[in-house]
């Protein structure tokens, strides 16, 4: 047998014992799991609450107890729905923070795997196979260094463009069939779905380093200056992956609103091809349509994650000046600690010089290492924790916390606004918004609320037309240069209230 079939095999066998994805679909109950999580997350990225996916899993437990493949506990099935729940927390399939659970990339996995079996969506067709032949025919003449080669290809490039051109003007417009339309569609939806994994390996991976950053300061104890660079490594090794690089190159596209709106249009363009009822069931145009609104949230969520880390590695940096004493006060202990064991009563040992100045307290009943070592306050007596009411100051309470208080109520902003428009009748420009809605001390923050619901409802945004609105701060006159749109009552009925 040869070498790497019984590496692969290894292989094999250890994914089949480690991977969440493979314990999944190996496990007695694995049908009713995976129709409960991808109902629970197939609208909901940010997570559920803990006890509503117990409660889900309970009722799909229950729907199925008379089978006796699956094993069900008739008498206790919340009990064994939340112990099932645990347990795949535990392997990691999905993840619980804050009494909320994330799906994971393993899950995505599985779930993906389930969607290829019903042999619909063919992973060879005859697009991907042009695809391929396109990709070859450009990645050997950029590989090759001869510009002599390199303008041969250029030319025929442009021969191409300009016989299609030249059918154009003659009248001949070639248009896809029914079957090449149908191929390609399903092609265009296999790679925005891959998109979407992409992203969410991105959060992983973040999150694992993050996970890892924050181990390597409490066990290694770390100084600053090396969870900084911890930090800094960790992202940079994650933006070289390939997952990461496309998050980056979607990230710098996000500046781009233009490409993102001709994108959501193209999209809609799509969908409106009668091809696309018959290479696409009504959740996967839900999908390809919502697809530049998905993308946008889950580089939000990437973007939270990777905000969360340095915003704790920062207030590491900010707070954690006390611990790093107290562990150069443990270096010193380790010094005086060697010292301690010397033989002091030869006379020749003392007379060696010491990179260390004298230095002592004047505390004759303690002997001189005593005196100079740190003393720590924790005598390793058990801590009580106080459960009762603390009094406190108003006045020593920090600014930051009634700052908070002075923060832009989106919510009631998006409401205000639709009542506007919805008294108004008519859509409304920015402008126009901010004289019937005059602009208060949160005017940046307003007019950036009003962009992204416009955005969001797919409504053109012009970037080259632009319109000057002026508002007043404490007696000081701002003016604001905004892209140009409009927005009207039914645009803002039923948007996401959390932009």
Not at 171 to 184: T, Y
Not at 273 to 288: S, V
Not at 327 to 344: K, S
Request: net charge negative; glycine share 4%.
């Amino acid at each position: 047998m040869s070498s790497i079939l019984l590496q692969r095999t290894q292989n094999y066998l250890t994914a089949r014992r480690t991977h969440p994805a493979w314990l999944l679909l190996a496990s007695r109950r694995a049908p009713l799991m995976l129709s409960c999580l991808e109902s629970l997350f197939e609208y909901s990225r940010d997570g559920v609450p803990f006890d509503q996916a117990v409660q889900a899993l309970a009722d799909v437990l229950a729907a199925h107890a008379n089978q006796p493949d699956f094993e069900i506990e008739t008498q206790d099935i919340d009990r064994q729905a939340r112990l099932e729940l645990r347990e795949w927390v535990r392997r990691a399939l999905i993840v619980e923070r804050e009494g909320r659970v994330f799906e994971t990339d393993a899950l995505k996995t599985a779930l993906r795997f389930l969607a290829q079996l019903d042999g619909r969506m063919m992973t060879s067709t005859a697009s991907r196979l042009a695809v391929v032949q396109r990709e070859i025919d450009n990645l050997a003449a950029q590989l090759d260094p001869d510009p002599v080669k390199r303008e041969q290809y250029i030319q025929r490039k442009l021969q191409e463009l300009e016989q299609q051109m030249q059918e154009l003007r003659d009248g001949h417009v070639p248009v896809l069939s029914d079957a090449q339309a149908i191929e390609s569609i399903r092609e265009v939806y296999g790679l925005a779905i891959g998109l979407r994994a992409d992203f969410r390996r991105v959060e992983d991976s973040w999150r694992e380093a993050d996970k890892t950053l924050r181990q390597a300061i409490i066990g290694e104890q770390l100084h600053r200056g090396e969870v900084v660079d911890k930090l800094l490594d960790g992202h940079a090794s994650l933006l070289n992956t390939q997952e990461g690089r496309v998050f980056e190159n979607f990230h710098e596209q996000l500046a781009n609103h233009n490409e993102l709106d001709a994108m959501r249009q193209r999209i809609i363009q799509i969908l409106a091809h009668p091809a696309a009822t018959q290479a696409l069931d009504d959740l996967q145009r839900t999908g390809l349509r919502l697809l530049v609104q998905l993308l946008l949230k889950e580089a939000k969520v990437v973007q939270a994650v990777r905000a969360r880390s340095e915003r704790e590695v920062s207030q590491f940096m900010k707070s954690g000046q006390a611990v790093e004493n107290h562990r150069v006060g443990q270096l010193i202990n380790d010094v005086l600690q060697q010292a301690a064991m010397l033989d002091w009563n030869h006379l020749a040992l003392r007379r060696q010089p010491a990179p260390l100045t004298p230095a002592g307290v004047a505390l004759g009943t303690l002997p001189l290492i005593e005196r100079l070592r740190i003393k720590s306050l924790d005598d390793g007596a058990p801590l009580e924790l106080l459960f009762g009411a603390q009094h406190t100051d108003l006045n020593q309470i920090a600014d930051e916390f009634w700052l908070a208080f002075e923060g832009l109520d989106r919510l009631a902003l998006m409401q205000q606004t639709l009542q506007t428009l919805q008294q108004q009748n008519t859509p409304l420009t920015l402008a126009q918004l901010a004289e019937q809605m005059p602009l208060d001390e949160h005017d940046l923050e307003t007019l950036s609320l009003w962009l992204a619901m416009a955005r969001q409802a797919g409504v053109q945004v012009s970037e080259q037309e632009r319109e000057a609105i002026t508002s007043s701060d404490g007696g000081q006159a701002w003016i604001f240069q905004v892209p140009k749109t409009r927005l009207a009552a039914q645009d803002v009925v039923g948007m996401n209230e959390e932009l």
